[in-house]
């Protein structure tokens, strides 16, 4: 059986409240200095078209139905015919997203700097908590759980008997470190680069990749069926209108 335990209240103030205001003020810091080490991109001229193109092919398709027939055939032409569409991008002039990537100095740079400052303040701030707060219980969660939450509220306690609510000092680290989001972007603005679970997903993006981009959107605009929904809109309009008085 679960036993319970009478938190010190020295916890309370020596672990629980100094470690989340270390947390907080590490994350501020942490997004003033990934700030300054952001550098502004001068945008690529060929890519910033590729993106406008796309962009007018979804308006085209949004669209379709409120032009004539005639005018819809010849935009899809002139975007998605096979010699000089706007939307064919040619097997030989294809580039891999990933190579253009790494081709690119300043954007592996600036991915190597968005990496260290994630990176290395996370490492400082593991080793200081474990060092220093390892083996603490730090708090108690005001509900019941699971036997499944004792691996994650309770890394660093190998005591069976303890309540699974109870909450060691490196689990709060963890709950602090993923679950300060929303207080970041009270602080600092919903623009803010603190979010380490959107760090690290972006870690894997390879950015834009136009061939895909283009051709999704080609086979998009070779495939709809255009139906013009002006012919008889206004006998549509009267129906409802009747119905609306009625």
Do not use: C
Request: hydrophobic share 45%; aromatic share 10%; charged share 20%.
């Amino acid at each position: 059986m679960a036993e319970d335990l009478v938190l010190d209240t020295a916890i309370r103030d020596w672990v629980l409240i100094p470690l989340s205001v270390v947390m907080v003020l590490i994350g501020v810091l942490r997004y003033f200095v990934s700030k300054l080490m952001r550098s502004s991109p001068t945008p690529d001229a060929k890519i910033v078209k590729e993106g406008q193109v796309v962009i007018r092919a979804r308006n085209l398709k949004a669209g379709a139905n409120f032009i004539p027939p005639k005018s819809f055939r010849a935009r899809r032409f002139y975007f998605s015919n096979e010699e000089n569409g706007l939307l064919h991008v040619p097997k030989d002039q294809a580039q891999n997203p990933q190579a253009q990537m790494f081709s690119d100095p300043n954007m592996a740079m600036d991915m190597m700097k968005k990496n260290l400052s994630m990176i290395i303040p996370q490492t400082l701030t593991f080793a200081w908590v474990n060092f220093f707060f390892s083996g603490f219980v730090a708090a108690k969660i005001p509900f019941p759980l699971t036997q499944r939450f004792r691996s994650m509220l309770q890394n660093g306690i190998d005591l069976s008997t303890v309540d699974v609510s109870y909450v060691s000092s490196r689990s709060w680290y963890f709950l602090n470190l993923f679950g300060l989001r929303g207080l970041f972007s009270l602080i600092l603005g919903d623009e803010n680069a603190i979010d380490d679970t959107q760090r690290m997903m972006q870690m894997g993006g390879f950015g834009f990749d136009a061939s895909k981009s283009l051709g999704a959107e080609k086979d998009g605009l070779d495939i709809i069926q255009h139906e013009w929904a002006l012919p008889g809109f206004e006998h549509r309009a009267e129906s409802v209108l009747r119905k609306l008085v009625q």
